[in-house]
């Protein structure tokens, strides 16, 4: 079970399925977690993906699931105020583990979820593509 959301996880899964808590994480790590993760899976400015595709939240100075320093994570990152990929090329998109050209992440509050370019509407919550799309 995950220490932070008890969600039950395969045992070969080194963060939680549902909220990414890190499998071995300690006690501080949690505090850190709850505290940040209030809208679990929402994107917010400043928040940066590690090269190893952890999703970070702003406050965060290295990656909590392989340690890079922010400075050096080589990854992407969402400026304010915008919580998305508006302004990158798909090339740039791609950097991001499992992204194809078109992806977009859905902008209602609370969702933030990566969606496919083939969706016309957010798997999650459906928000339009037009309206939730970055």
């Given at each position: ?26 006690q ?86 990566h ?9 999650k ?10």
């Open positions: 079970l995950c220490g932070a959301c008890q969600h039950a996880n395969f045992k070969k899964r080194e963060t939680c399925q549902k909220c990414n808590f890190p499998k071995h994480g300690t501080a790590d949690l505090s850190s977690h709850m505290y940040h993760n209030i809208n679990r899976g929402e994107v917010l400015a400043g928040d940066w993906y590690c090269h190893c595709g952890a999703h970070n939240y702003a406050s965060r100075a290295s990656c909590f699931r392989c340690g890079n320093i922010k400075s050096d994570y080589g990854g992407y990152a969402y400026d304010a105020p915008m919580m998305g990929v508006r302004g990158h090329t798909s090339e740039q998109a791609q950097l991001l583990p499992g992204w194809k050209a078109g992806d977009w992440i859905c902008v209602r509050p609370g969702c933030g979820l969606n496919y370019a083939c969706r016309t509407e957010c798997y919550c459906r928000t339009p593509r037009d309206l939730g799309a970055l």
